[in-house]
């Protein structure tokens, strides 16, 4: 492990990506290795004792590839299992919970948020602790939005899509008059920014994976850990399933810019 | 093995258990294992690949208990894999394919046969080649409903739900007028049968999981393999996720009647 070490990230599948193109944007030098669980995506349906079992094997992965820092981007990790990986290892451990409940608070200005994620992330109830923990008098409403997921991957995302329309209001009703702020607590769920905005008009929107990137550039940065190098990083992808489909819809999360040719790998040995 | 073994049914996760209340409605005196692989559920959006290596586990599972027969109630795995579990044993082997095809075939008066299913399911082509191996002049659309597995795991499911009636409409456009029969290609599918009926009214929906279980009954019927159990059978049931939703959410499928009360292994081991 050196200055040279990429940066791991990952996830249960494609969302961790959107944290992949800013850590790109913010540290274009640096080399980044993501795997993505697409074998056995989703995690957030899923107990907390097979998420924890399931991180664990991820960053074990990360690690054997020998990465400076890594940022579990993924809330229903970061919510379950962050500290099953910093049992693993000394190096810096990122979630995408932290930086966003600090960043929730400072955007309020009544103090009244709300959080919505995978059920595994909201029955972790960590959103609302982080929060409290600044604040005991801070108000944190939470609903699990599970259907966003699949809505995303597949494909109701054109702007006013009426399902998607549907299903934010269904949702988010609760929040309406209710908070000034809210975190989208899973990586999936900027995606449907415009129509969850649309559904809480004038509400303030956090995006985790945006808050953890800027909070692993400024660690590094701090710490004297970030590359030398002159040209741009390298990025690598893994995943636990064939890569086809991946490469196709990792697009919705990366941008056009980025070219994906992802190697699989079996996660169950690690 | 012998006629008082088990019969062996698994499935990505909980729809299988659809051909469980099936069987035990047609073969009460008989003892069924079942196997859901909640872990990784769900199988339908992952490659052929991957699906393989699963069901080759699922029913390693299955055969460890020395089962005397196999039910695979997951239309992905009947679609991709169903030669794998052949390649492990000479017990009969039934997906949810074959029956439904030739059912569908025969309940069509235009022979213009409509299937949904899982991205997988509908990639592999298999019920259009089943229905046409029977009659080559047959026409059959297919149109993959992946959103459907969510919105029943989810709870959309409520009568007139509105979300799952534009998903109804929106997915089911292309048969309107097209066909007269349509096999619901995913055991997670019947539970959406009125909204699917409201979107292509007069339309004859097969439900090959009710299929499956009456040829699985058949089979053992003719080859001699019925127990000689006069009391109820024992229905076991088994997990790769923590049991505790499972166990709740398996009465959408199973009805009320059913206790459930499934263990957790570890299949990766197999």
Redesign the interface.
Known sequence: MSNESAIGVFDSGLGGLSAVRELARLLPHENIIYFGD???VPYG??????IRKYTAQDASFLLSHGVKAILAACGTVSSNALECIEALTDIPVFGVVEDAAREAYAASKTKRIGIIGTQATVNSGIFKRKIESIDVRATVLQCAC??F???V??G?TAEGD??TR??CE?YLAPFRGEVDTLVLGCTHFPILEKAISAALPGVTLINPASEAARAVAKTLFENGLLSARKGRGEIRYFV???P??FNAEGKIFLGKDFAIDAKKIEI?KF
Chains 1, 2 share one sequence.
């Open positions: 697409t074998g056995r349906s899923k107990s907390r004792e097979t599970p259907l997921v699949p809505l991957e597949y109701f009426e399902i549907l299903a269904r636990s399933d064939e086809a489909r169950d």
